[in-house]
């Protein structure tokens, strides 16, 4: 079984920077893609704010590029998202997702995980 715990949500002021951490646990497989979702409050979508591949390349949405920067440690199993200049609109529950390959050939295709989210809030 896999695991995706993040850590490092927090209330902080407008400005001001955080660094959340999401780190995936288990046994025998191969992450392919990681990525951060956040859920604002009182709706059900995820917006995705970035994702990062294996070999490192990223993408951002327009509402975060410039602000929020994503990185991966491989060895680890990690994500990370530092979030700079943060804004009262930011204030929501960011979530880790990993899209990844198990190594034993009974598990075909990729599967995909998620953590149970951290909570950041930015006050005015």
């Known amino acids: 079984q896999v695991q995706l715990v993040e850590s490092g949500g927090d209330l902080v002021q407008a400005g001001r920077s955080l660094r959340l951490s999401c780190v995936a646990s288990g046994t025998a497989f191969r992450i392919v893609d990681m990525s951060w979702y956040r859920q604002l409050p009182g709706t059900p979508r995820r917006e995705l704010l970035a994702s990062i591949t294996s070999s490192g390349k990223t993408t951002y949405a327009d509402s975060v590029k410039g602000r929020f920067t994503i990185s991966r440690d491989n060895a680890e199993n990690s994500v990370y998202l530092q979030m700079n200049n943060l804004r009262p609109e930011d204030t929501a529950g960011y979530y880790c997702?990993?899209?990844?390959?198990?190594?034993?050939?009974?598990?075909?295709?990729?599967?995909?995980?998620w953590g149970l989210g951290t909570q950041v809030t930015v006050s005015s």
């Open positions: 997702r990993a899209d990844l390959i198990f190594d034993s050939t009974y598990y075909e295709g990729t599967y995909t995980y």
